[in-house]
């Protein structure tokens, strides 16, 4: 049984990331924008698995593992500033949120 | 064509298709269903690399308890489709190629490090998939500190999501 070069997953991992900046400046929506940063977490996650794999160490999959855990965090108190921001703008669009614009 | 070379592309397909479909795609919730389907997707592929409780994590924590999180705040705030807006020049001319342009130096760099081809390339055997005792051995030993900051960091963040969505008195 042939194994998946640990290479073609790291361009996976690239091509994921890439299209999560993307989303990151082109969504308007906030919510979508929370969601592509999600989606750069992962495809960095990816990328440790991939490197763990590789050199036959466990320490990518603890890193992982504190990646998952502090996105959870930042989802719940991104979130709660999301319903804030709705509550006070009426909109989610971030084009909106322009107090601090110069 | 092996089966793990049809399972890599088949969730690489999945992945990137979902990834596309949340760029694309208007309304929020499609996003959001978008994202669970690419989160789904790379727990198949950590399963792939060996690394079995990792992608039970990313199934329960990221696919069910995150991902249920933003479906449950686009239904809260009745997010609709999203508003067309006439993009800024700046991100439309600069913004786009530069991106590109980052993703592509990124595979290239990712494509030719010494990691991936020196080790991954070469035929050797499959690694022994990473044991769940392994990795608890790993976690509770050698970051045991790190475990216990990021509980109170959960902690922290609890309170503040707490204050930040409660109704103003």
Request: net charge neutral; glycine share 4%; with cysteine.
């Amino acid at each position: 049984m042939s194994v998946v070069p640990i290479s073609w997953y790291l361009v996976l991992s690239a091509i994921l990331f890439g299209l999560g900046v993307i989303a990151f400046v082109f969504k308007r929506n906030i919510i979508t924008i929370f969601m592509s940063i999600e989606l750069m977490l992962n495809a960095v996650n990816l990328a440790f698995v991939a490197f763990a794999r590789a050199r036959n160490q466990l320490d990518g999959l603890v890193f992982v593992f504190f990646v998952i855990v502090v996105a959870a965090a930042e989802a719940a108190v991104g979130l709660a500033i999301v319903i804030m921001l709705a509550r006070n703008r009426e909109s989610l669009n971030v084009e909106r949120i322009n107090l601090l614009k110069f | 064509m092996s089966i793990p070379f049809f399972v890599f592309f088949a969730c690489a397909v999945l992945a990137i298709a979902g990834a596309l479909v949340l760029i694309v795609s208007r309304e929020p919730i499609h996003s959001a269903l978008a994202l669970v389907l690419v989160m789904i997707s790379l727990a198949i592929l950590y399963l792939l690399l060996g690394a079995p409780f990792i992608a039970a994590v990313q199934i329960i924590v990221y696919a069910g308890a995150i991902m249920v999180l933003f479906v449950f705040v686009i239904m809260l705030l009745n997010a609709g489709v999203e508003e067309r807006t006439n993009w800024s020049k700046l991100a439309k001319y600069a913004g786009l190629p530069l991106a590109l342009i980052l993703l592509l130096e990124t595979a290239h760099w990712l494509f030719h490090a010494p990691i991936g081809v020196a080790i991954a390339n070469g035929p050797g055997a499959p690694a022994p998939a990473a044991s769940t005792t392994q990795l608890s051995l790993e976690l509770f030993q050698q970051y045991l500190f790190p475990f216990e900051a990021t509980s109170i960091l959960i902690l922290i963040a609890i309170l503040g999501a707490l204050v930040l969505a409660r109704k103003e008195e």
